[in-house]
T-cell receptor
Framework: NAGVMQNPRHLVRRRGQEARLRCSPMKGHSHVYWYRQLPEEGLKFMVYLQKENIIDESGMPKERFSAEFPKEGPSILRIQQVVRGDSAAYFC??????????????FGPGTRLTVT | QQQVKQSPQSLIVQKGGISIINCAYENTAFDYFPWYQQFPGKGPALLIAIRPDVSEKKEGRFTISFNKSAKQFSLHIMDSQPGDSATYFCAASLRFGGKLIFGQGTELSVKP
C-alpha cells in the first residue's frame, strides 16, 4: 500500500507567482489534512478536507490560500501571489477516519516551497 | 487552551540510555495523543499513540506514559540508539476535531 504522495517535492517560485501543491492520500483514506512547517518551528495545522468538502479551515491564512479535495484526483493547496514568508515545508496527511474509526494521520514527504 | 507544550527543546543521550520527552496540555477535551518522529528532509512518521483511558502504552523500545490528572504525557525511548537521532513531536487532537495540535519539537541526539 503506497503511502501519502506529494508533488512536487521541491518548488521554487518568484514573489507574486502562484504555487500549487498536490497530495494523493493513502488508498482507502478519505480525509486529508494540510500542515505547514516554517524553518525551525513545529507543524501548524492549516486545513482539513474530505472529498468535495472543507471540514475545518481554521488554520488557513485569510487571503491568498485555498484548498480543495475534488471527487476525483488529488487534494490541491493553492497559494496565490506568494511572498517570501510563504517559504516553508508543506505537509499533507491522510486518515481513514469515518471508515474504520481510526484517528491516525499519516504524513507525506512534504513539498518544500522556496520563494525568491 | 489549544496549546501543547513540549520539553526539552533539545536532548543529548548516550547510546544505551533512556531518552525522556515531556508534553503538557490544557484542553481536557483532547482525547488522542500521538508522537511523531521526523528525520531531516522527511515527513513526520507516526511512532506511537495513546488515548486517555490508558495510563501507559509500550511498543518495542518506545513507551508513552499518560497522566490525565496532571494533563501531561511523555515519551520514553529505552536503549537509545544513534539511529534514534531525530526530531520528536508530541501532538493532541479532539475526538471529532480532526486536526493535530503539535508541540514545538525536541531534537534528540544519541551519542555512540
Amino acid at each position: 500500500n503506497a503511502g501519502v504522495m506529494q508533488n512536487p517535492r521541491h518548488l521554487v517560485r518568484r514573489r507574486g507567482q502562484e504555487a500549487r501543491l498536490r497530495c494523493s492520500p493513502m488508498k482507502g483514506h478519505s480525509h486529508v489534512y494540510w500542515y505547514r512547517q516554517l524553518p525551525e518551528e513545529g507543524l501548524k495545522f492549516m486545513v482539513y478536507l474530505q472529498k468535495e468538502n472543507i471540514i475545518d479551515e481554521s488554520g488557513m491564512p485569510k487571503e491568498r490560500f485555498s484548498a480543495e479535495f475534488p471527487k476525483e484526483g488529488p487534494s490541491i493547496l493553492r497559494i496565490q501571489q506568494v511572498v517570501r514568508g510563504d517559504s516553508a515545508a508543506y505537509f499533507c496527511a491522510s486518515s481513514p477516519r469515518g471508515t474504520s474509526g481510526s484517528y491516525e494521520q499519516y504524513f507525506g514527504p512534504g513539498t518544500r516551497l522556496t520563494v525568491t | 487552551q489549544q496549546q501543547v507544550k513540549q520539553s526539552p527543546q533539545s536532548l543529548i543521550v548516550q547510546k544505551g540510555g533512556i531518552s525522556i520527552i515531556n508534553c503538557a496540555y490544557e484542553n481536557t477535551a483532547f482525547d488522542y495523543f500521538p508522537w511523531y518522529q521526523q528525520f531531516p528532509g522527511k515527513g513526520p512518521a507516526l511512532l506511537i499513540a495513546i488515548r486517555p483511558d490508558v495510563s501507559e502504552k509500550k511498543e518495542g523500545r518506545f513507551t508513552i506514559s499518560f497522566n490525565k490528572s496532571a494533563k501531561q504525557f511523555s515519551l520514553h525511548i529505552m536503549d537509545s540508539q544513534p539511529g534514534d537521532s531525530a526530531t520528536y513531536f508530541c501532538a493532541a487532537s479532539l475526538r471529532f476535531g480532526g486536526k493535530l495540535i503539535f508541540g514545538q519539537g525536541t531534537e534528540l541526539s544519541v551519542k555512540p
